[in-house]
């Protein structure tokens, strides 16, 4: 399966705002006020999608994916800061692997980083 990488319209925006994940996982549901967010160019974000134009996450990079409070032990310019969310209908169908590969890759070309930061949330 191929995934592209492009530019957050409003549309998505919206889509990705009606997105809703069950317990414990509820915590990433997002309302329709933080559209603003999504689409503010200074937060880089972006939608991934399959090769038949299904929206099946998004992804952004920089400030904007670290976790309020969070060590982040230094300001490296030229690490990347990656945060990803999926649509819940699509959570553990083997889609993981070879999506977030195609984010880095993208990341990679648009950002040139020499190395990403990662941050998850377990529970």
């Known amino acids: 399966m191929k995934f592209i990488v492009r530019a957050i319209t409003p549309q998505d925006a919206g889509i990705i705002a009606d997105w809703r994940y069950e317990s414990p996982y509820a915590v990433y549901n997002l309302s329709q006020e933080e559209i603003p967010v999504l689409l503010n160019p200074d937060n880089h974000y972006y939608i991934v999608q399959d090769e038949i134009n299904r929206t099946i996450s998004y ?9 309020p409070g969070g060590s982040y032990g230094g300001t490296d310019p030229l690490v990347l800061d990656v945060g990803i969310g999926m649509d819940f209908g699509l ?8 999506f977030f590969e195609s984010i880095l890759q993208f990341a990679a070309e648009e950002f040139k980083p020499s190395k990403f930061r990662v941050d998850c949330c377990l529970q």
Do not use: A, P, S
Request: proline letters at 0%.
């Open 59 to 67: 992804c952004c990079f920089g400030q904007e994916e670290r976790v």
């Open 91 to 98: 959570v553990g169908r083997g889609f993981g692997g070879k």
